[in-house]
């Protein structure tokens, strides 16, 4: 760790994580008689009952005890005895008031054990502080990032509403339960035992930890916090051991305070996107207060892994990212693919419309685009790949290299379309720019697809594990595609008898 400088910053950030001024501490109070989460939870009720796409935000009041279920089909040699995990937002509704936005929910991790002849699932609510105070006081105690709540308790900062509900680290025995503005709770692998939460150091208690770390060619793993989330224009940079100790630690500055989810790691550089989404801009929950600016440009960061400096502000064009998929340097240059967004109604808008107006609208895809930046000119150009594309996954035998493929979920086109469309899973090749999928039925969702290589296959050659929503069956499956043969559909389905929330990422150990 750089101690000098981590030293010059650790009072400052241990007084914004129980302080911060203006970030999640500033959420409104409200006292009205009725809240719109109670008025909410009796819409909800009504709407669940005709719009059956709903029941992928109805979400759960309890842990799941495991079950059996057969495969359709035959399990392949490479993924018998491995456990695929998802985490989500699990908990919507606590007695009568329901959170309005998705991202709100408390994280709810699967486990589904994938046996020769059968998948066991169970799944159990992470042990939050939050998920524990408001389960003994039978009501949900704090406004969220972006739901109001009746009498709502003040906060101390984010982590009075860190609900780890995003992704998971596989860590030694553990699993990290993340979310992204407050550190990780732990969780044994086994039986999602919730073991405690992630403690670095006392200086950064309470400061963010992203959802997204990566994990380099040399094992490191690479994170950033977005202070952001404190109300300040900045971010830490994390660099920990693949046995999930801190290595180095650094503050750095950001020109804007905006939102930032994930990032992009090469063998010698960090790049950071700001989108022009301003928060603080306005009141209300922290997402309410963010105010999209796109006359001021995005901005990228780049940033030497060896110093941790910022060597570049590069601005660029507007835009909105939740994910980047694969990323490389070729000589002075960084190739960056990530999956693009116009605007950032996506989240401002859509993310809380899915449920918060108790319907599923049309929404601007995010599309496969790679950016090249020229690290002597500091210049970057963006191309669209042209396909509508989310959650990118590549092959990490060829992480931080030149990589040819890229996988993701897709939708039935390229227009303009439902989300409930995301229903196929795809591989894109990134040099041809061709696609191949497989699309599944009417009423189903197709969720996050983790890539397993086949033995002695070469890059791209392997299996894609992902779990999708029917929700006109009113069940969960977990599906795996041979990569190569994606069209030809799943090799090994199973299928629960009941249907599990719509989730964010997983892990497979
Ligand atoms: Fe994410």
């Not at 501490?25 to 005709?50: C, M, R, V, W």
């Not at 190569?484 to 990422?505: C, I, K, N, Q």
């Amino acid at each position: 760790m750089n101690r000098r400088d981590f030293l010059r910053n650790s009072s400052w950030l241990a007084g914004a994580a129980a302080l911060s001024a203006t970030g999640f501490s500033n959420l409104a109070l409200g006292h009205e008689a009725t809240s719109p989460a109670q008025e909410y939870a009796k819409a909800f009720a009504q709407a669940i009952k005709h719009n059956p796409k709903l029941k992928g935000w109805q979400g759960l009041s309890q842990d799941i005890p495991a079950l059996k279920v057969n495969w359709q089909g035959k399990l392949p040699a490479e993924l018998v005895g491995k456990r695929l995990y998802r985490n989500g937002p699990g908990r919507q509704q606590l007695g009568d008031q329901r959170y309005s936005h998705w991202f709100d929910g408390d994280g709810f991790v699967s486990q589904y054990q994938l046996g020769a002849e059968g998948m066991t699932h169970s799944g159990k609510f992470v042990r939050t502080r939050k998920f524990e105070l408001e389960s003994a006081a039978g009501r949900f105690l704090y406004n969220g990032a972006g739901s109001h709540v009746a009498h709502p308790r003040g906060l101390k900062g984010p982590e009075s509403i860190n609900t780890a509900n995003i992704a998971l680290l596989p860590v030694e025995n553990e699993l990290w339960a993340m979310w992204e503005a407050a550190m990780p709770y732990r969780l044994a692998q086994d039986d999602l035992t919730t073991l405690g939460q992630v403690s670095f150091s006392n200086e950064l208690e309470g400061i963010p930890f992203s959802a997204h770390p990566h994990r380099d060619q040399n094992g490191s793993i690479w994170n950033i916090g977005d202070l952001a989330n404190l109300g300040k224009a900045g971010f830490v940079l994390y660099q920990l051991s693949a046995k999930g100790e801190l290595l180095r630690c650094k503050l750095i500055d950001s020109p804007r305070r905006s939102y930032v989810h994930d990032f992009a790691v090469t063998d010698t550089h960090l790049v950071i996107y700001l989108p022009p989404l301003m928060a603080g801009a306005n009141g209300g929950t922290f997402i309410e207060s963010f105010d999209w600016q796109p006359q001021q440009g995005g901005v990228l960061l780049v940033i030497d892994k060896n110093n941790l400096e910022v060597t570049r502000q590069i601005p660029c064009e507007s835009g909105f990212v939740f994910h980047f998929g694969a990323c490389w340097r070729q000589g002075r240059e960084l190739v960056l693919n990530l999956c693009w967004y116009d605007n950032a109604d996506v989240m401002i808008k859509r993310m809380g419309d899915i449920i918060g107006e108790l319907t599923v609208k049309k929404e601007t895809p995010s599309m496969a685009t790679q950016l090249v930046i020229d690290l002597d000119r500091g210049t970057v150009k963006r191309e669209n790949v042209g396909i509508a594309m989310e959650f990118p996954q590549q092959d990490e035998r060829v992480a931080a290299m030149p990589a040819r493929y890229q996988f993701g979920v897709t939708m039935a086109s390229n227009t303009q379309v439902e989300r409930s469309e995301y229903n196929a899973i795809s591989r894109l090749d990134l040099r041809s720019g061709k696609l191949e999928s497989y699309q599944y039925g009417q009423g189903v969702m197709a969720e996050e697809p983790l890539f397993v290589p086949k033995a002695g296959g070469g890059e791209g050659a392997g299996y894609l594990v992902h779990t999708s929503l029917d929700y006109l069956r009113g069940e969960t499956s977990v599906n795996v595609l041979d990569s190569e043969r994606l069209a030809d559909g799943p090799v090994a389905r199973a299928s629960l008898p009941y249907y599990l929330p719509l989730g964010f990422h997983g892990a497979l150990v």
